[in-house]
């Protein structure tokens, strides 16, 4: 048992430093932390457990037991149904919850998700533990008999003190390595009052995909637009001269303000983000990376008086960069805006670089 525990441990330096190391640059700070947690946070998390487990059933109970494997077993099984059974939450009840105002109910939904989440963790893992102390517990002389009728409750104690332990830590981690600007650095309005330029028109892809709609940014209701693929494309290209994309590397975003309004730098930045750089060369990152909840953020499109129009998930909206006053306009993908009787002049140089 002692040289399987030195293994384990010497195996997860050596599999954190390697992992460590191929993950630096392979994507956001969230993103790496996720695969990090697969990889070799389940070996930290489970070697902290075990220590709690023992000192709770040692101090508390007078009962030794070491349950580093069972935990083990315990963390995976719940990180890969976790996995299963928190994508099934999101997609099938976060629909339901979230509705037509998917930013403004997003923060009830999260703490919602985030209570499942800590109750589903503790009743996947709590039979592995039970399981480890009950083995251990009948090696032990009379040790059996003793903890027999009591064992349910010491395991399920044992393992929820274990997983408040656990889910403090990963809340820290987690949190540091989060992006939820758009759940905690705007304010959502349920009127399109602050919109600067109330004519302007976004035609996007439905969800369904089967089709596009449009919708004016005064506040106006979403309407249906007969375009087959083709007939749309070709509409884009002659406004634009080309078909806008998103997330192919640190560009531009589509701008409307005059070149003297150009003082603010407007990206659309890699892995589903948007920058934006002022003056002072201060970035601010707009995107929406949490545990559970990685919207893809994109297709930015700048209106006079420094307001946005961009996706984030499945929902178009309007942002205001000074106010950071934003309204949700629609669901869908794949945002283009025209403003009528504005024809679209592509710039011949962007007043600021990436940063």
């Known amino acids: 048992m002692k040289a399987i525990s030195r293994r384990l441990i010497v195996n997860s330096v050596i599999l954190l430093a390697v992992v460590s190391r191929a993950l630096a640059d392979s994507g956001t700070a969230l993103l790496v932390l996720e695969m990090a947690h697969l990889y070799v946070l389940n070996f930290v998390i489970t070697a902290i457990e075990a220590f709690a487990a023992y000192l709770i059933l040692a101090l508390i109970f007078r009962m030794r037991s070491r349950l580093i494997g069972w935990l083990l077993l315990a963390n995976l099984s719940s990180y890969f149904a976790g996995f299963f059974l928190l994508s099934y939450w999101v997609d099938l009840v976060g629909g339901r919850v979230l509705g037509d105002h998917p930013l403004a109910n997003l923060p009830d939904f999260m703490v919602e ?36 009728r009591r064992l349910p409750a010491l395991s399920f104690v044992t393992n929820l003190v274990m997983q408040v332990i656990s889910y403090l830590g990963l809340a820290y981690l987690y949190f540091n390595a989060s992006n939820a600007f758009l759940v905690s650095e705007v304010k959502i309005e349920r009127t399109p009052a602050f919109i600067k330029t109330p004519q302007a028109v976004v035609y996007y ?26 007939e749309f494309e070709q509409k884009v290209k002659d406004y634009y001269g080309k078909i806008p994309t998103s997330n192919v590397g640190f560009i531009p975003a589509i701008d409307f303000r005059p070149v003297p309004e150009r003082q603010i730098g407007i990206f659309d930045a890699s892995w589903g983000r948007i920058a934006i750089c002022d003056e002072h060369k201060k970035t601010t990152v707009i995107s929406l990376e949490i545990p559970f909840f990685q919207w893809y953020t994109g297709y930015p499109t700048a209106l006079p008086g420094d307001q946005l129009v961009f996706e984030t998930g499945k929902c178009l909206v309007v942002y205001d960069i000074h106010t950071r006053q934003l309204y949700e306009l629609a669901l869908g993908y794949h945002p283009v805006v025209f403003i009528p009787g504005v024809k679209y002049q592509p710039p011949e140089s962007e007043a600021i670089t990436p940063p």
Do not use: C, Q
Not at 124 to 142: D, L, Q, S, T, Y
Not at 222 to 230: A, D, G, Q, R, S
């Open 205 to 230: 892809k439905r969800l369904d995909g089967k089709g596009y709609s449009r919708v004016r940014i005064d506040g106006s209701k979403p309407e249906p637009v007969i375009l087959t693929k083709v």
């Open 113 to 148: 998700t985030f209570l499942f989440a800590f109750l589903i963790t503790v009743l996947i893992e709590w039979p592995f533990v039970h399981i480890g102390i009950a083995r251990w517990a009948r090696v032990e002389e009379n040790a059996g008999m003793r903890w027999k």
